[in-house]
């Protein structure tokens, strides 16, 4: 399992703080392993783990965009997006995922939440809304409809 070893390496070097040597042994992974679904993932979430939001982004959406049917890097690319204040890229991944998986309760709360941080108060309520006619016992959505609809 050469490849393990390679990111036991990565995750070594960053956590002892040779941060550069880490990114570059894992930009080799995603080099020679990023055609294989899950491996980009790992990469970001090992960047993300590290504190590299910036870092994990690239190989997330690269993620997205080999393997848009996979639901696996959507999440962990949304929080980082959402963490840099990087609503509009937030908002289209949320989209994207939409129209990939269908408007699933809990992605539109997460999408109503977004518009909420954004100050989007109109597009929230219309999100919002959409869930809580569908599903009138989620209290989450009931409980953030209620505040942006006053």
Request: charged share 30%.
């Amino acid at each position: 399992p050469r490849k393990e070893s390679v990111f036991e390496k990565a995750k070594g070097q960053i956590a002892d703080g040779e941060t550069p040597r880490g990114k570059g042994v894992l930009s080799q992974l995603g080099d020679e392993y990023g055609n294989e679904p899950g491996e980009l993932v790992d990469i970001g979430k090992i960047l993300i783990n590290a504190g590299l939001q910036w870092d994990a982004i690239e190989f997330l959406e690269q993620a997205v965009e080999s393997f848009p049917k996979s639901s696996g890097p959507y999440g962990d690319l949304v929080n980082c997006y959402l963490e840099m204040r990087e609503y509009e890229k937030a908002e289209t991944l949320y989209l994207k995922a939409i129209k990939q998986f269908g408007e699933h309760p809990r992605t539109l709360v997460n999408l109503g939440k977004l518009y909420i941080a954004w100050n989007k108060r109109d597009k929230s309520f219309d999100v919002l809304n959409k869930v809580v006619r569908r599903d009138p016992s989620n209290e989450e959505a009931k409980e953030l409809f209620a505040k942006v609809g006053r």
